[in-house]
């Protein structure tokens, strides 16, 4: 028995080493730590991506939420018939109206003991541009009253005075500005104490068109979300029936051959075209071809519904295919057309799906600038367009475009309000997630 | 249904309600179905046996014309019911899945409720004139599915709540709900247990006095409780067709007796 002191072999001759179950042997540790390693790695990823999102919205925030702040500056203005009738008659109506204000501002401060601190021009200088304009939209609604219009009036501060207030104008940077004076500033400090001058919460940045360069503090948002919801809306009563209707003849009735096939890879491609081609491919079209107006948020739609046509037929297919074929099968075996099976069962399971694609669809198509550059709307719009179906035509400005716009401009003040206005774009593509996410539970069949 | 003799029953040979000659399936390249003749006669149940991939369930479909969905797959030959050529270009399959109903290997209830599954049929094809009808049509169909009594109080509640065999005998209810009469059933009892199963065969007994009653089974012994006439497949071809009795006790084929007594299969 010369073997017997040698270790035990297995039937095949092979060593068997006798493990204990308490220990781990070598391979057991490598696959625990290479599963440490991938979690590990997952972890961060999540992190960077959180930290990313988180740094974005401080940022944006920060920047941006004073813009829905504003300081006003209000005092009683008395404007007698035949001011009105005298500065409507005259060449630069606007300059009339200033000086009334000029005249009743010079008044209320004189109320205030201010009167001799600056002169009456520098103290025009805390009072936004805009103010006349404001002016003359009462006067002239109030023209042929017979009576006179004497009241309080609230208008804009100018930018540089807001400026003040929210820390970006000081009194060292007043003193090299051509535009404003420590002397104005100090001023404005008086006319706040005397509660002349608040800060409060400003609607008309929502409101409000957009306004020139020299006058930031008027500037609003109100053409660029109409033009925004209206592309939407053009987006959303074309891409959705033509979305959907174009799915469900390649998912459902389509034969399956290579024209088929070429259009399905085209529709995927179609999904990875970047967005300025189909500016192009708009301005050339609907524009150069079809003779539609520039500026206009039909030819936007339009532009934008080619471009989200391949995500909503992309998800409605992709939803269309995770309707179950027994279902389908049930429906035929009783008797049902095609078209009964497709519109009584698939397509009513499917709706969830296709309603998150949408809204994904459209929310993207919010977001997009490129295209809107190319056909025109970038231009400086002050009307607001009319109501639709007219207003369609009516050149308006987009929320993405807007904030390219402002952010293009030299006065540090259109920097808060293009944030202001990505903070709107921001709460708009929220709502429209939640949206998608309150419709797909609302619709989700869970039986 | 205790009794586990092959049934035997005298049944009207005049005039075969589906009558095949020459059947030939192809998918694609592959020919799944080579050369089948068979009569099938009304008011009784003829069951199709053979291995898994035999050809029975395809050639199943071909008698109401399921086959049609599957792009690849084309039928030739002559399958006559009531002697008109159901694959006539003037035939519209639509028309014909009315008559000839089918039952599927797995439940496949609609998500949607119990009345609505089963109204669903007679809604599309119109034959109800109103309301109060078409809740008599619901109700006698259901009772016929054998499951009138467990669902009477919840028809609202979805179809997919049921159990499985429940489900089955639901998709049961929904196929008589059309008046059809051929009754296809693709292995109605694979996805059920016993007590279901033995539910099931119950109905398809009692669905024999007004239908013509196809069923394809992997169970032989279900093939011998259900059936009057079986038909044997085995790769694609129609081995043996008889009367039940007859397959299971005295098979011509050498093919046939080896599949029954578990020799092959």
Redesign the interface.
């Known amino acids: 028995m010369s073997d017997a002191t040698a270790p035990a072999t297995g039937p095949a001759g092979v060593r068997v080493k006798k493990m204990s179950l308490l220990e781990q042997d070598d391979r057991t540790k490598r696959r625990n730590a290479a599963e440490k390693r991938f979690q590990f790695y997952g972890l961060t990823a999540i992190t960077v991506g959180v930290l990313a999102l988180a740094m974005l919205l401080i940022s944006i925030l920060s920047n941006g939420l004073s813009a829905f702040s504003q300081s006003f500056v209000t005092f009683e203005v008395t404007l007698t018939q035949e001011q009105i009738a005298d500065a409507e008659a005259s060449v630069v109506k606007t300059s009339k109206y200033s000086a009334i204000i000029k005249d009743n501002f010079q008044t209320a401060l004189a109320a205030q003991g201010l009167a001799d601190q600056v002169s009456v021009d520098d103290a025009m200088g805390l009072i936004s541009k805009e103010a006349a304009a404001q002016l003359r939209n009462v006067a002239t609604a109030r023209m042929g009253d017979d009576e006179d219009v004497s009241r309080s009036f609230t208008f804009l501060t100018n930018g540089r005075i807001d400026g003040y207030y929210k820390g970006r104008v000081t009194m060292e940077t007043a003193a090299r500005d051509s535009n404003i004076s420590p002397e104005q500033l100090q001023l404005a400090d008086q006319l706040r104490e005397a509660g002349l001058i608040e800060k409060r919460f400003n609607w008309g940045f929502m409101t409000m068109p957009d306004a020139s360069g020299q006058r930031p503090e008027a500037a609003g948002l109100g053409v660029a979300i109409l033009g925004s919801l209206y592309m939407m809306l053009v987006v959303l009563c074309l891409a959705l029936p033509i979305g959907v209707a174009a799915s469900i003849y390649l998912e459902e009735f389509a034969?399956?051959n290579w024209l088929t096939d070429i259009i399905e890879v085209n529709i995927s491609n179609l999904a990875a075209v970047p967005s300025i081609v189909f500016g192009i491919l708009g301005l050339a079209i609907f524009i150069n071809f079809a003779g539609l107006p520039q500026s206009a948020p039909i030819v936007g739609g339009l532009v934008l519904t080619l471009m989200t046509l391949p995500t909503i037929i992309i998800a409605t297919r992709a939803s269309l295919k995770s309707v179950?074929p027994?279902?389908?099968?049930?429906?035929?075996?009783?008797?049902?057309?095609k078209m009964?099976s497709v519109f009584?069962?698939v397509l009513p399971?499917a709706a969830p799906g296709i309603l998150t694609g949408t809204i994904i669809g459209l929310a993207q198509a919010l977001g997009e600038t490129a295209p809107l550059l190319l056909i025109g709307m970038v231009a400086f719009v002050r009307e607001y367009p009319a109501g639709p179906p007219e207003g369609l035509f009516d050149p308006a400005s987009a929320l993405p475009v807007q904030v390219y716009n402002w952010t293009q401009r030299s006065d540090p003040a259109f920097f808060e309000r293009a944030s202001g206005a990505i903070i709107i774009l921001l709460i708009f593509l929220l709502f429209m997630n939640a949206l998608a996410i309150f419709l797909r539970r609302r619709f989700e069949?869970r039986? | 249904m205790n009794d586990m003799r092959p049934v035997e029953r005298i049944v009207d040979t005049d005039k075969p309600k589906i009558a095949a000659r020459g059947c030939q399936v192809y998918y694609g390249e592959n020919h799944a179905i080579k050369d089948v003749d068979v009569d099938i006669e009304d008011k009784a149940v003829t069951a199709f046996i053979g291995p898994s991939g035999c050809g029975k369930s395809t050639f199943l479909r071909c008698l109401?014309r399921?086959n049609d969905?599957i792009?690849v797959c084309r039928v030739e030959g002559d399958i006559r019911i009531d002697d008109e050529d159901i694959y006539d270009r003037k035939v519209d399959p639509?028309?014909?899945?009315?008559?000839v109903?089918?039952?599927?290997q797995?439940p496949?209830?609609?998500?949607k409720s119990i009345y609505d599954n089963v109204a669903?049929?007679p809604r599309?094809?119109g034959l109800a004139k109103d309301k109060a009808e078409l809740d008599e049509i619901v109700e006698r169909s259901l009772r016929r599915g054998a499951i009138w009594d467990e669902v009477k109080d919840r028809l609202t509640a979805?179809g997919?709540?049921l159990s499985g065999g429940q489900q089955q005998r639901l998709?049961i209810a929904?196929?008589v709900a059309?008046e059809p009469e051929v009754l296809l059933m693709d292995e109605p009892c694979s996805a059920l247990d016993p007590i279901a199963t033995e539910q099931v065969e119950n109905l398809i007994d009692e669905l024999r006095q007004n239908y013509s009653v196809v069923i394809v089974t992997h169970s032989m012994q279900q093939a011998a409780r259900v059936s009057q006439k079986t038909a044997f497949f085995h790769l694609g071809n129609l081995v043996e067709y008889g009367e039940t009795g007859q397959i299971f006790n005295n098979p011509k084929d050498p093919r046939t007796e080896s599949y029954i007594t578990g020799r092959i299969g």
Do not use: E
């Open positions: 034969p399956k179950p027994s279902i389908r099968s049930a429906a035929l075996g009783l008797g049902a057309s009964q009584h069962h399971l069949r039986w | 109401n399921m969905t792009d639509v028309q014909l899945r009315a008559k109903g089918m039952v599927f797995k496949n209830p609609f998500p669903y049929g599309i094809h979805p997919t709540g998709c929904r196929a059309t």
